[in-house]
């Protein structure tokens, strides 16, 4: 991984201890300068994080989720193989796991009646006959119905009347509920002993049957994340802007504590004293024994760096400084549109495009050599990619590419000579 790479995951770890108490405190391990590209949309994460809202908008962007394998033929106890829609994400010692609906045959205890009852026992015989005796429901009618009275009594403290809630009745109902979803599946492990091919697995045989178009999933894992223990920031430098320019903050470092002991840092890099370079008054070795002082020295003392009211924006100043010179670029453009007589149907028409100069069918040609087909809608369109074009083939740097403000004065300048030689074909081809 790069310096770069590393030093993001540090700055993003768990780290423990107290957060920065100045910003910003270049040493402290749980803090540091991530420049990302507008492109990632991070800058409403940062805005919503600051006004304390819980946004988490990268996990809930939608991602390609590998599909989980299915069942595609049923289970039987016993068996060792499990037949799967896929085995692409399965491998040799993963837990598998299986939600099995369970199917409880719903059981009911039949009503105590005890007509019924006294119908279906022989004890009850007449002792003169031998015969049991003859019961008709007007005889037992008084004891039935003191049995149902028993039975309301019993029921009643549990039955609530209608229109009456109990205390806690909404918990005691979703209590009742999860446990019903609970005890409606069964979750099993199974691990995978061999992947026979793309469609079946081998496994331990188990005792219980599995209904085919079931999902499967691999089984998570609680893994104990280990406490980070911050060493240093990995080879990266500071860059911090004092007095309007920006410097190495080790540098600046060093120029601070050299100050306090009257010396100073030339343009080089070099220890002077009075404008005269230390290392040209002195032995070569007092001279690295010096150095190796100053460097235990550094890295024992703390330098606050001046704070400062300008936010360095660097990609929107480079975006500022394209936009001024492309500015330019266009406008010497558009001076050849100006001039009488020399484009005769202006910007908006066609005649350019139709019957181009020689400076213009190269245009037309660099843009056929790249395999797209030249459309540009008017004369405008064709003398502005020309004039780009041109431009990139004579610094072999797009405008996006172009460094500093040098290579865009340079850029301007090449601009100008397209537009006076392009002016020379346009004249030359009037005046024939």
């Known amino acids: 991984m790069s310096p770069a790479e590393q030093e993001w995951g540090r700055a993003l770890r768990k780290v423990p201890g107290a957060s920065a108490s100045v910003f910003p405190e270049l040493n402290h391990p749980n803090w540091a300068a991530i420049v990302t590209h507008s492109a990632l949309g991070l800058r409403e994460l940062f805005e919503q994080f600051q006004r304390g809202v819980a946004a988490d908008v990268i996990k809930d962007l939608p991602t390609d989720k590998p599909i989980e394998p299915v069942l595609t033929a049923a289970y039987k106890a016993g068996e060792t193989v499990l037949q799967l829609s896929n085995t692409a994400s399965v491998k040799q010692g993963d837990l598998l796991e299986v939600r099995v609906p369970v199917v409880a045959p719903e059981s009911r205890s039949p009503k105590f009646s005890l007509l019924e009852e006294l119908g279906q026992t022989n004890d009850l015989l007449d002792a003169s006959t031998g015969e049991p005796p003859t019961v008709t429901a007007n005889d037992l009618v008084g004891e039935d119905a ?58 331990a045989p188990t005792y219980f049957n599995i209904p085919s178009g079931v999902e499967i999933a691999r089984a998570k894992t609680e893994r104990e994340i280990p406490a980070a223990t911050f060493l240093h920031h990995v ?25 306090q002991q009257g010396m100073d840092l030339d343009a080089d890099g070099e220890v002077t004293i009075d404008g005269v370079r230390l290392k040209n008054t002195m032995p070569s070795s007092a001279y690295e024994i010096f150095l190796k002082g100053l460097e235990a020295e550094l890295a024992a003392v703390e330098v606050e760096v001046p704070q400062c009211d300008r936010v360095v924006r660097l990609d929107k100043a480079k975006l500022e400084l394209q936009a001024r010179y492309r500015a330019q670029v266009r406008s010497l453009v558009n001076e050849l549109f ?29 843009v056929q050599e790249k395999g797209h087909e030249p459309s540009f809608a008017n004369n405008s369109a064709l003398l502005h990619s020309a004039a780009f074009g041109y431009i990139k083939e004579q610094t072999s740097r797009g405008w996006s590419e172009h460094t500093c403000e040098s290579h865009y004065r340079d ?22």
């Open 235 to 259: 080879g990266l430098d500071w860059q911090v802007l004092v007095e309007g320019q920006s410097i190495s903050y080790r540098d600046y470092k060093k120029k601070i504590v050299l100050q």
């Open 146 to 203: 003191k049995f149902k009275q028993l039975e309301i009594d019993l029921n009643s403290p549990c039955d609530p009347q209608p229109g009456v809630t109990l205390p806690w009745q909404k918990e005691v109902d979703a209590i009742s509920q999860k446990l019903q979803e609970i005890r409606s599946y069964k979750t099993c492990l199974l691990e995978v002993e061999a992947v026979l091919n793309n469609r079946q697995v081998q496994i």
């Open 338 to 366: 100006g001039q009488r007589g020399l484009i005769k149907d202006g910007a908006s028409g066609r005649s350019l495009v139709e019957r181009p100069v020689e400076l213009l069918a190269a245009a037309i040609a660099r």
């Open 411 to 432: 850029a301007v300048n090449l601009a100008r000579r397209f537009v006076m030689q392009l002016r020379e074909q346009l004249q030359w081809r009037s005046w024939r």
